[in-house]
DNA sequence: TCAATAGTTGACCATTCGGTCAGATTCTTC
DNA sequence: GAAGAATCTGACCGAATGGTCAACTATTGA
């Protein structure tokens, strides 16, 4: 299953992912980790303070530090989250696909991960503004390869004709640019439009927008697709 | 000259702007400036430190305070100057003009300043993912008037049929986000795409990209333009 | 029941934080 | 070259930082 490839150099291997734990560690565990991937993805890595993840958790200091050891090792596990969560999205695609299905559902999910996990956006926005200290190899490793894969089958409907010959990496980016914008830039969005949030049915408004964008924009048939 | 809007509550104004000051005040301010800007995109303004600045900028940290006052003074200063690099972005435009054109010299420059000023946008975006504390006045007031009176000539284009009747305020959000990606998310282009740096030809290739995806998805005609 | 294990937490530590200040040095101006 | 302004900076301050630890209580299992 890979994990997020060496994720900086601390040994946090003691409690990996699903180990349970007592009842009790479970659920300050979790209520911890929400508390600081807020904190985390407010005020960076440096910003944030083990203060004031404890008191946006409701518990002394030294009961954060008891349950995850360090500042570094919290926020790797934070990091790991993040990571587990992005390789759901993960499913495999090949040239026999219809591209117009595998276009609009992949910036549907991509819209419902900004919808549903917007700190975990934001997270991982501040670790890439802060040159991805923690995330470098798992940028130049899984997610390359990730990309890399996507853009083969790109290419391959290109020279089939069933889209235009559009560089697929920009494309991909395109795609993670429009819909994690909704998540991270959450404030200037909302400022904008003089919105207190964004409900489903704008979510579902901005999706069919960007879907028909980047379809029509990249020449590729609907013919058949419910939008 | 509107200047951005509040921006946060300090008195700042002793030095406003283009005030010159000594030759040796204006080196070290500059220099001054700058550092800050790096280590604020980087860390966040609470993750960022008077020391770090100071030693980016190769004063001593006295020195860093006796110039600027205080760390908030110095943040707000530099948001002072992203804005007014911002406004300069804001020649008006008129349903009369060419839709290509116009979505085209939009894409253009904010690519441009994407290239030019990439401390600046992760300034910017480092202010928006702490949930804009000192520009809310600017989001809910200047920007978001610009945003609608561009939206207003955009419908307007729609009416007469010159594009698609797509939703204005989302596609300007999509030309920011994909733009500014390349500025705020370069740790993870470079990262993917295995290189060092985005060099001019980069950008261009980018642009033409996006200018392409938009225009067309936005079904624009492109007659008689050159792309 | 009772010992072992897990959880809790305030006191404390060295370091760093933003900021002040006095005194030294350098620059300008006549 | 002297007077005054501008610049420079080390010493210092109280508060906050990440982290340790020992004493304590609560929970669990035999």
Same mark, same amino acid.
């Given at each position: 299953?890979?994990?997020a490839s060496q994720v900086g150099s601390t040994t946090l291997d003691r409690d990996n992912g699903q180990e349970a734990g007592g009842a009790i560690r479970q659920r300050n565990e979790r209520e911890i980790l929400e508390a600081a991937e807020r904190v985390f993805a407010r005020h960076g890595y440096r910003g944030a303070s083990l203060q004031a993840i404890?008191?946006?958790?409701?518990?002394?200091?030294?009961n954060v530090l008891y349950y995850m050891g360090s500042k570094k090792a919290l926020y790797v596990r934070l990091l790991e989250g993040v990571m587990e969560r992005w390789n759901i999205m993960l499913d495999d695609i090949s040239e026999d696909d219809d591209p117009a299905e595998v276009l609009s559902a992949f910036i549907r999910s991509k819209m419902e991960m900004s919808r549903l996990y917007p700190q975990a956006s934001r997270l991982f926005a501040s670790e890439i503004l802060q040159g991805a200290p923690f995330l470098q190899d798992?940028?130049?490793?899984?997610?390359?390869?990730?990309?890399?894969?996507?853009?083969?089958?790109?290419?391959?409907?290109?020279?089939?004709g069933l889209m235009d010959p559009v560089d697929p990496v920009s494309l991909i980016f395109l795609i993670w640019s429009a819909t994690q914008h909704y998540a991270d830039f959450e404030a200037q969005v909302?400022? @904008? &439009?003089?919105?207190?949030?964004?409900?489903?049915?704008? @979510?579902?408004? @901005? &999706?069919a927008f960007? &879907?028909?964008i980047v379809l029509k924009g990249c020449g590729v048939e609907t013919a058949g697709l419910r939008l």
């Open positions: 299953m890979a994990k404890a008191e946006e958790a409701g518990l002394p200091k030294s798992f940028l130049r490793g899984e997610l390359r390869e990730w990309v890399e894969s996507r853009a083969k089958v790109f290419r391959g409907w290109a020279e089939r909302l400022g @904008i &439009t003089g919105r207190d949030a964004l409900e489903d049915d704008d @979510i579902e408004r @901005i &999706t960007l &879907t028909q």
